[in-house]
């Protein structure tokens, strides 16, 4: 059984900055793959931002440049540190193991202008 728990969301104005974390417990070959998703009101959930075992990472193009997606193997914990943030990325955030397809429980992001 695999488990996910997201942490660092909260509001922040246009501009600013957060950092998302999510642990993994579980199977650690579960997460040789993983990536953040977001899921906006009246959206459907979108892929944000990808990442392998050799840390190379991939971004959706409305990210690109401003998010940066990182793992820490020895810890078992998926970053996604977001920078110059829009009102437009506010929405519910998600970790997922693309290996396993386990979802964690979210983690909120509110961005003001």
Known sequence: QVQLVESGG???QAGG????????????YCSDRMSWYRQAP?????????IDTAGTGRYADSVKGRFTISRDNAK???HLQMNSL????????Y???DSCRN????????VSS
Not at 17 to 28: D, E, H, P, Q, T
Not at 42 to 49: A, I, L, N, T
């Open 10 to 12: 909260g509001s922040v």
């Open 17 to 28: 900055s957060l950092r998302l974390s999510c642990a993994v417990f579980g199977y650690s």
């Open 42 to 50: 009246g959206k459907e959930r979108e892929f944000v931002s990808g």
């Open 76 to 78: 078992n914990t998926l």
């Open 86 to 93: 829009k009102p437009e990325d506010t929405a519910m955030y």
């Open 95 to 97: 970790c997922k193991t």
């Open 103 to 110: 979802w964690g429980q979210g983690t909120q992001v509110t």
